[in-house]
């Protein structure tokens, strides 16, 4: 049962980031794969929220998946 529900919650989790990386890379401007120019931004305003919120994304899939792992 509590492994059912950690799956559960680790599809949310993993759809939501799928979510956020795309808006990411819409907020961009370029395509998917970048430009050949390596200029570096600074991270502002959404764009920053959406970078952070994804780390926190990852830290908690990542979480959610070894204590998966180790109720079963």
Avoid at 36 to 63: M, Y
């Amino acid at each position: 049962m509590q492994t059912d529900i950690l799956h559960l919650i680790q599809i949310l989790i993993s759809v939501v980031l799928v979510l956020v990386i795309l808006m990411q890379v819409r907020e961009l401007g370029s395509g998917l794969f970048g430009s050949a120019s390596t200029t570096f931004r600074v991270r502002r305003g959404v764009e920053k929220a959406l970078f952070q919120f994804t780390i926190i994304l990852v830290v908690v899939f990542i979480f959610v998946s070894i204590l998966s792992v180790r109720l079963t």
